[in-house]
């Protein structure tokens, strides 16, 4: 028999589906949200809140450039952020900074003297980047859920059941990335006190149908597919920016060795993760489960039992 | 190029083949006053002064020329650049601003002097009272949809070296166009510009084409007309015109604003762009018909009699024959000015009894939200069809004059009828799209409740008038009694049946109602009818061709079984110009149709696309002297609408402010023309009323009152006037507030808090916003002064999710000359800190400001302001104001 937490059960590189117990499962899917073709146009959160059903997020305008929905959250799981900034550092001499994210960056901008000659001004950007659950191969939303709401797909996605969650949150700040989140309002809406995240569109994907949001995206920003395809593809576009001189181009969450053993959804990004509000090196916050669980830590194996039993239920 | 238009917000459905085409090596280039999304994924981004784009454009011909940068072979052969011009036509620069021919009486031109050498000597001042009538009707452009009438053979001179020809004539037009002019007028850097001028010119010639996309960020202008043409001499002397990847994209509004011009929703045309006959020009059928014909001129509208019989058959039916002219006489006429802003101001002045709005929410969306409230709220009748309770149906209870209180619930005199409408998925018909392509729509689901179809509302409506005249013997009922309206109807609510409207629209022959293929098949007995001479071929065969959908996989790249196209499914218009004169492509690379001298008897035009041309028509092809109509274009010349075949980079009928494009600056402006004496449009249509005031601008003194530019337009996340947007959550959470967007310096100056509020004031109104800081706005450097723009979106209202003010209401109406086009794009404010005061206060707000300008004087603005004429309102002065004892 398998050990029931094998070498690379919470960290590393696997096939989550396959890991999870699943018999031959299909192709991992994912996203690739290629950050660079992105219009900013918000198709892929209202796609996402149409097929879904979820309510709105409140209706105040933050001031956050054209990001007035803030952050992943219960009720927003496709989320676009918007990120004015100059290019160049020379930007900071005339005082004119990004416009204030509610995260670190430069200040904002209130100096006068942008009134001089414009021609020193430095070359302007607006990145636009529409952020998902990363479907972690390691997601410790799921190793945490003591309930078994929180399942595995034979995607390799994860899902949360909201028939089956008991509210606990443990899995919110398990969550290396904060995307999940309880629900807590507005008053009427379904699943008040549930935990809520992006669900890879299991509904749709099962029926061979693209996920809501790739559906909605008219610049294929949002690309649905095999997790191994995907890479490949994102591989070759960021050499392909590289040789068009856009040396700023990276992936974010595409390394099956790094922290949560890659993403099911991973990014192509312009700049650093921080500026897009994306943790830069984001580790599984179970990783060291199994060197515990030796050490026989009793919280920790208390909280493996249900998280083992959980896997179990869905084997075979 | 990307100018006039912010296409990834507000047609981003559109936008992925920019991107696709990025992705596949092109450069995108946007030019817009403020760094947009679409700017945030073009390669370059070039920050304009709002309103200069004459200038900008006008540059770039100047560098083209002078460097003899244009596809020359095709100039020569495809445009009038080497046809010689009147001896007696003056230009801009030897009259100040103005061409030959003004008369400041009537602020028109007689275009007698702006004729080809040898044409017939028109009758001096004829022409000048047309334009007057051209100016009331918006009917000027018919010349130019119509095609140039062009009789004989005028001089031409094909080394271009001639001083009168066209291509000299041009090259001195815009001589002074010069890097150091565009940079004091536009505020662009001369790098910056130069980079724009050379790569368009490298992506242009015989292996490149380079594609134009503007949208109402060039047409919403007081010279709206002449941006586009000065867009199009570009494209012509760059040889882009009818050839693949180049041309100019004209992003048409959602979703179906195409479709309401070739079936048109406007006063002055009918159906396929038919003039509505006018009573004073157009007396019996033969005058309608001969002012669209143009007997013994040259191109393709020498079946016009055909395309109208056939649209008055599709009326009236049976009751058309060729015995009653098919009742020509039954169609209404115009008399003058019946557009939208004449008949707002007809409203306020009590002359117009009922209103229908369908799609429509001029509260919000049209230019001077006050005026079209105050004239809303004096009918004795309104029907608003729309999907939510808009603001147009709410405006006596809820609207800016009833918290000033101009407005009084209980008093005001309109009754609103207001009818749920269905929406797009809850009705079948077409959109026509921005490529005239028309795609089918079936219905998705019921219409909720009482919730109807336009076809539904206006079929039934038709009827139950019908049947309340039914015993009428008065003639004034006639056109309706006699009108064909009998569809199929189906379902519980009796809807028409919209797939026979189409097979109508299409046409078919009376007798055995066999649908054409072609327009060609149209006859002038009344043997056919059709609605619309241009969609003739939708309804091929008794095939819904519109419904097409196959994959572009599974065909050619120009995917011609993808929906339907008008003209004749073509896709590419003007495309024999993608082959040489003889015939053969012009490169490989770039081929679109040829001429295949072994296809069929004599050879054929074949290609990707449908060739836009005789197919049997060789290359070779010369007509005889004397010889009009389609066989007068000769197997060379590409543009078959125009009357030489000649794309028109000089075009000397049809326009009323000139015949090349000129820079003005907008009628509100804080700068004086650099260029010109004259400051703007001089031939522009303006309403000078007391409630129409306009800010002034130089020469005139105080335009310092209003010392910002400002600027509107869309967001992605609400549509136009916010009836789809503001009244659904998930869009309406996107961008909750009116906001507005300034620079950082502008902030600094004016002490305006990020994310606070502030106000901003016109001779019109005064609206609030929540201030956005921003570097996206940028001031520029114009001739020697910084001058700071201002943006605001304009979706806002007091319904829905997310109320606010209304960006439109802080402009005046001032319109284009050639098509009544209001200058929307841009005007001049102030901008202070805080909340607008409320109620009576800001009418007190914005008389400060009016006489603080002298507007409260004189309302309008100077319009002459060149020559002995010039009017300029020194009386505005304050010292003179005194003089003559004004309060
Ligand atoms: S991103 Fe967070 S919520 Fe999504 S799978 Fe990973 S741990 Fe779970
Ligand atoms: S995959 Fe489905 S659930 Fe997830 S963000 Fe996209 S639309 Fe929403
Ligand atoms: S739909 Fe696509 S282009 Fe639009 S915001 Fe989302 S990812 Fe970006």
New interface residues.
Partial sequence: MKPLIGEHSLFGPVDPAAEAGYVDPPARKGFFTDTS?C?????C??AC??WNEI???????T?M??D??VSLSANTWRHVAFV?Q?AAPA?ATD??GT??LGMPGPP????????Q???E?PD?????SSDVCKHCTHAACLDVCPTGSLFRTEFGTVVVQPDICNGCGYCVPACPYGVIERRTGPEGAKNVGIAQKCTLCYDRIGDGQRPACAQAC???SIQYGDVDELRERAKARVEQLHEAGVMDARLYGADPDDGVGGAGAFFLLLDEPEVYGLPPDPVVTTRDLPHMFRRASAAAAALLVGAAVAFAGRRG | MIQGSNMAEAHPVGFQWVMEAKARGAKVIHVDPRFTRTSALADQFVPIRVGTDIAFLGGVINHVLQNELDFREYVVAYTNAATILSEDFQDTDDLDGLFSGFDPETRTYDPASWQYADAGQKQEGQGRQQHEEQRETASALQHETHGLNVEGDPPRDPTLQHPRCVYQVLKRHYSRYTPELVERVCGVSQEEFLEVCRAWTEASGRERTTALVYSVGWTQHSVGVQYIRTGAILQLLLGNMGRPGGGIMALRGHASIQGSTDIPTLFNILPGYLPMPNANQHESFQDWIDSVRHPGSKGFWDNAGAYAVNLLKAYWGDAATADNDFCFDYLPRITGDHGTYRTVMDMIDGKVKGYFLLGQNPAVGSAHGRAQRLGMANLDWLVVRDLFEIESATFWKNSPEVETGEIVPEECRTEVFLFPAASHVEKEGTFTQTQRMLQWRTKAVEPPGDARSELWFFYHLGRMVRERLADSTEERDRPLLDLAWDYPLHGEHDEPSAEAVLKEINGYEVATGRPLSSFTEMKDDGSTLGGCWIYTGVYADGVNQAARRKPGREQSYVAPEWGWAWPANRRNLYNRASADPDGNPWSERKRLVWWDPDKGENGEWTGDDVPDFERTKPPTYRPDEGQGGIAAIAGNDPFIMQGDGKGSLFVPQGLIDGPLPTHYEPVESPFRNVLYGQQANPTRKEYDRDDNPMNPSPPELHSDVYPFVFTTSRLTEHHTAGGMSRYLQYLAELQPEMFVEVSPALAAERGLQHGGWCHVVTSRAAIEGRVLVTERLRPLRVDGRTVHTVWLPYHWGSGGFVTGDSANDLLGIALDPNVLIQESKVGTCDVLPGRRPRGRAVLDLVASYKERSGVDVDPGTPIVTVGPDADVHDHRDPVMRKEDGDP
Avoid: H, Q
């Fill in positions: 073709v219009i900013g146009c918000k198709a959160e209202v809140k149409e309510p709105d997020d409140g209706f105040s305008l001031g450039s054209y007035n929905t004015e100059p930007a005082g004119a416009v204030d904002p901008p209130t100096s006068p003297e942008g009134a000659a414009t021609e001004l302007f950007r607006w990145l636009m008219p610049t294929e």
